[in-house]
């Protein structure tokens, strides 16, 4: 049972990484990582949406009819995502503002159905939280990595503190452009799969 | 019990979605008077950024407070410069974004517009635009000296302009910086410039735009000129009065 629940938290930071080995969930890593902050938050919402959501759905599951069971999702999903837009713009405004459209288009995130489908809809409510929380974490500490470069490089700040610009660094306009974000995903990909051989396709 | 059935299904979604709607009712009720305290006393932050004060912005309260014990009167100026309203001061009433975008129909429509004036103890008069930026509106707020024709500073915003390139005009001090100090005449046809590839020196009434965000930039022009020529007549009053003095 130990070993089982280690296996779903750890597999999808690692070895099931929605961004990096599922490529799920990239369009709005290409978004929201120019900067740390904003991409802090938004892993953060995502961890509640994806936990919350699969929670309940899990709670759901044998109620489900099974012809109506994607529209019964994206209910639960999209209220999740409204309550959190909600409480950013009630308590965190100018984050919420920073974030604008993107906390809205995690209903749009691959992760979140896609976890429900596979794994909520056929565990139990408690490992189904652990499991998108998780998820939630893989897709988080993805978009964290590629934001740090991207700030770094692209402001010379990081969380908005000059670190490099102090040095005389001058400030590399790719980086803030989204297809700079695909690129350093796919340096992730590949620093990835050189270390752990099994993700490699024959 | 079969959830396979028609019955079943059809009452089951009913029922999620009544429950989910009472849930999201409830959640947007009791987060709303938040929410709208946020939302005003960032454009308070905004106009008093503008007019160059010194404030703690720490908390909503804090950025009212301020606003009430500096600001001398706000009202409201039609077409010919006329006072049509004032905003009650000490409730710190002002015209949120909202307003903005809908007198700025008015303007563009060339119906009858009121838009706000906000004067402070110091002398300090702030003017707001509005318009459209690449992606969504653009908007912000320009303090003038008393005489309408000296710009102290300025602060913009917008809805949702690319973060390090249209973004700049929010998030980038350097060109907000740019304005304190430049004229504005608003009897010209084009009462203010933002130049790309960088404003001729010695022009006193143009900026720099901003290097690979040009229709924001363009945006933030076209806003700008169109307000200040709202204003013109206002602005002309204002100016004559000051130079009676």
Known sequence: MAQKLKETILNPILKGNPITVLILGVCSSLAVTVELKGACVMALSVIIVTGVSSFICSLLRKTIPNRARIIIQLVVVAMMVILVDQVLKAFAYSIDKQLSVYIGLIITNCIVMGRIEAFALGNKPWPSLLDGVANGVGYGLILVIVAFFRELLGSGTLFGFPVLSSLGYVNNGLMILPPMALILIGCIIWVQRSIDKSLQEK | ?245
């Open chain 2, 1 to 245: 019990m079969n959830t396979n059935s028609n019955v079943y299904t059809v009452i089951y979604t009913t029922l999620i979605c009544v429950i989910v709607a009472a849930v999201l009712a409830f959640a947007s009720q009791s987060l709303k008077p938040r929410q709208d305290a946020n939302e005003k006393a960032e454009t308070i932050r905004q106009i008093l950024t503008a007019a160059q004060f010194e404030f703690d912005a720490s908390s909503n309260e804090a950025i009212l407070g301020f606003y009430k014990s500096n600001i001398a009167e706000a009202f409201l100026v039609d077409a010919d410069g006329q006072k049509t309203g004032t905003l009650d001061t000490k409730t710190a009433q002002i015209y949120g974004v909202s307003d903005l975008k809908a007198q700025n129909y008015n303007i563009k429509g060339e119906a009858d517009y009121n838009l706000p004036v906000y004067i402070f103890k110091n002398g300090t008069t702030v003017l707001p635009v509005y318009g459209a930026g690449l992606w969504g509106p653009v908007w912000g707020y320009i303090a003038l000296d008393s005489s309408c024709t000296q710009i102290a500073g300025a602060y913009f915003d917008h809805e949702s302009e690319t973060p390090g390139l249209g973004g700049k005009i929010k998030d980038d001090p350097e060109f907000r910086a740019q304005f304190a100090g430049k004229t504005v005449n608003t009897a010209d046809e084009v009462p203010f410039h933002i130049v790309k590839g960088g404003a001729p020196a010695g022009q006193t009434n143009a900026i720099d735009a901003i290097s690979g965000a040009t229709m924001t930039s363009k945006g933030l022009d076209e806003a700008i000129n169109i307000w200040l020529k709202a204003y013109a007549n206002y602005a002309a009053a204002a100016n004559n009065t000051t130079e009676e003095e």
